[in-house]
């Protein structure tokens, strides 16, 4: 068996699953607090204004990893949604439906801290801008996927329909990607691509750092979200009544 399908099957393994993420979940939420204070930190205090924003692009520093982590969260949850549903791999199941919740708090971050940081740039809080509409939609996607998973009695039911729902949400992703370059709209084009990027490397390292914090936060999120559905749907498990007496993960 090649090393990535044994860790696929490991992943799939609840026990294993829930002890994997008992050793990292803490040394992930130190990352992540670390990098957020150090990332804040240069962002608000010391990177320097925008020579037309003023301090309002300070809002960047929060929106722009916001806007990129619903978009990849959203990616996430449906390929693990699709494994679910291919392979009725249970452990995948779990970890799309607790993704769910994450993204969408990440979206509705990106949409206020968007109209806040669209106040003094283009004179309002929202326009039907095709980037802000398509953002807008994927957090419906988001919510719908939560509320038809509750809407089932049965969870494998629930899991099952949320993720086919989520794997077809997936043709709005190119259109929020793409959508300052297919229409005229107010939003700007993307500051960093692979050809470059027009960003000052003093406003890009803290932008990169939040980045990478806001990864780590859902990395945590996610696996502890993970462990308490574990726990709740395999109460008579030994394992989870070995992990109870010994009172540790």
Same mark, same amino acid.
């Given at each position: 068996m090649?090393?990535?399908?044994?860790?696929?099957? /490991?992943?799939?393994?609840?026990?294993?699953? $829930? /002890?994997f993420s008992g050793r990292v979940v803490?040394?992930?939420?130190?990352?992540?607090? &670390?990098?957020?204070?150090?990332?804040?930190?240069?962002?608000?205090?010391?990177?320097?204004?925008?020579?037309? /924003?003023?301090?309002?692009?300070? &809002?960047?520093?929060? +929106?722009?990893?916001?806007?990129?982590?619903s978009m990849m969260i959203y990616l996430l949850m449906a390929l693990m949604g699709a494994a679910g549903l291919i392979?009725?791999?249970?452990?995948?199941?779990?970890?799309?439906?607790?993704?769910?919740?994450?993204?969408?708090?990440?979206?509705?971050?990106? *949409?206020?801290?968007?109209?806040?940081?669209?106040?003094?740039?283009?004179?309002?809080?929202?326009?039907?801008?095709?980037? *802000?509409?398509?953002?807008?939609?994927?957090?419906?996607?988001?919510?719908?996927?939560?509320?038809? +998973?509750?809407? $089932?009695?049965?969870?494998?039911?629930?899991?099952?329909?949320a993720a086919l729902l989520s794997v077809v949400g997936l043709v709005n992703l190119p259109i929020i990607h793409y959508s300052v370059n297919w229409w005229n709209t107010l939003h700007q084009p993307a500051s960093i691509g692979v050809s470059g990027n027009s960003i000052h490397p003093s406003m890009l390292w803290p932008l990169l750092i939040m980045a990478v914090a806001t990864k780590l936060f859902y990395a945590a999120n996610l696996l502890t979200r993970t462990r308490v559905r574990l726990l709740e749907e395999n109460p008579r498990r030994r394992w989870v009544r070995d992990w109870v007496e010994g009172g540790k993960a």
């Open positions: 090649s090393r990535l399908k044994r860790l696929f099957h /490991q992943f799939g393994s609840p026990p294993w699953l $829930f /002890q803490p040394w992930l939420w130190a990352a992540c607090l &670390i990098l957020s204070a150090w990332g804040l930190w240069w962002g608000l205090f010391r990177a320097p204004p925008d020579y037309l /924003q003023g301090e309002s692009v300070r &809002i960047m520093y929060v +929106h722009v990893p916001a806007a990129w982590m392979w009725h791999v249970r452990a995948a199941e779990i970890m799309a439906l607790s993704s769910a919740p994450i993204g969408a708090a990440f979206t509705l971050l990106a *949409l206020i801290t968007g109209s806040l940081w669209g106040r003094p740039t283009w004179g309002t809080y929202w326009v039907w801008d095709a980037r *802000l509409t398509s953002e807008l939609v994927l957090l419906f996607l988001y919510l719908g996927v939560l509320g038809l +998973h509750n809407a $089932f009695d049965e969870p494998r039911k629930g899991a099952r329909a």
